[in-house]
């Protein structure tokens, strides 16, 4: 099967008149391979330390950090009244709750660089040549991942070789009306979210829930590594936000829950519902547990979608995508056909 360039398929969706990109683990993958894989927070987790905390998982039926430290956390403060002489299983519930806080911790920091500068200028600017596709003209990015590299890059905007690249990076957020040289932004809501280009569909590792607001944490602002600003805004009893584990109906489920999550999600939407865009998908590998995001673009009306496939096209991966593709294909109506059409993923050099 012959596929076509990063820039051949650029050059043929230029007959649309916006352009979209659809993010994947992949992207991040291309950047650092020993790093980052497909592999969930939950698996990549040492529970060693107390492993009678996968029960809890277990019996809440979750894969989410966030659930089961305060449901431990709210036990310890229930169970007193309820069972007087359990000071032992109180004090144990207490401490595991702290270990599943540093245990999240660990397993973010170990699986993600620690600051911008681990991460070399030239792959910043080659990622930056690559957004500036979408978000260079008018399309917008959304990703699914939750690491900060797409972050990152948006912000390494001191181009050494002196080339202006234009990139939109209105994501939503913007200074706290109370607090405007607080060392982190706020989303602004559902009116702000009009105007955004970047979405974080799954939410990312520097957007952090506290309760009131959601808030994310800049580098630029903070200057402190990733781990640093987690354990910080843990202590402080504000949990990033991110939909990485369980099933398409679980993180659908968490998705319809959150202002922010579900206004990203309805701004996909309605992107794909447009007859004159076209969509790219880079590293993702159409997998089951996204169907929540892919059944969107099976349903929608845009006419073309550009696949991205790494390596050997007709390897058992590749042609599991394919078929995965043409099936999404399959379910459009008859009046808004999606064409698909796969190009060589290598071939967009996206960090290189």
């Not at 809890?56 to 309820?82: C, H, K, M, W």
Request: proline share 4%; with cysteine; hydrophobic share 40%.
């Amino acid at each position: 099967m012959a596929l076509l360039t990063f820039d051949e398929a650029i050059a043929d969706s230029a007959r649309f008149s916006k352009r979209h990109l659809l993010l994947g683990n992949g992207f991040s993958i291309a950047c650092r391979k020993h790093i980052f894989h497909y592999g969930s927070l939950f698996a990549q987790a040492d529970f060693s330390a107390c492993p009678e905390v996968k029960t809890v998982f277990e019996a809440l039926g979750t894969q989410d950090f966030e659930a089961a430290i305060r449901s431990l956390e709210n036990a310890a403060r229930i169970l007193p009244a309820y069972v007087p002489d359990g000071a032992g299983a109180i004090a144990k519930m207490q401490a595991h709750a702290g270990a599943l806080k540093e245990i999240l911790i660990q397993t973010i920091a170990g699986n993600h660089p620690a600051i911008p500068p681990e991460v070399a200028d030239e792959e910043f600017w080659a990622c930056r040549a690559f957004l500036n596709h979408f978000l260079g003209e008018d399309g917008q990015v959304f990703t699914l991942n939750y690491d900060l590299l797409l972050y990152w890059a948006l912000m390494h905007d001191d181009d050494p070789l002196g080339t202006t690249l234009n990139l939109a990076r209105n994501d939503g957020f913007g200074n706290h009306e109370d607090a405007p040289d607080a060392e982190y932004v706020v989303w602004q809501g559902e009116v702000g979210a009009h105007d955004a280009r970047i979405h974080f569909l799954h939410g990312a590792l520097h957007l952090f829930d506290s309760g009131s607001e959601l808030k994310k944490y800049t580098w630029v602002r903070k200057g402190i590594p990733l781990i640093e600003q987690a354990r910080e805004a843990i202590d402080g009893d504000a949990y990033p936000l991110f939909v990485a584990e369980g099933s398409s109906s679980q993180k659908k489920a968490k998705i319809r829950h959150n202002a922010y999550l579900y206004q990203g999600f309805k701004q996909f939407t309605a992107n794909v519902k447009q007859g004159k865009h076209c969509f790219f998908i880079f590293g993702h590998s159409l997998a089951a547990n996204d169907d929540h995001i892919l059944i969107r673009m099976a349903r929608g009306k845009f006419p073309k979608l550009y696949l991205g496939l790494y390596g050997d096209p007709d390897s058992d991966d590749n042609n599991r995508i394919i078929t995965r593709a043409h099936g999404l294909a399959a379910q459009r109506h008859e009046k808004v056909p999606l064409e698909v059409e796969f190009y060589d993923a290598a071939s967009a050099n996206v960090w290189s």
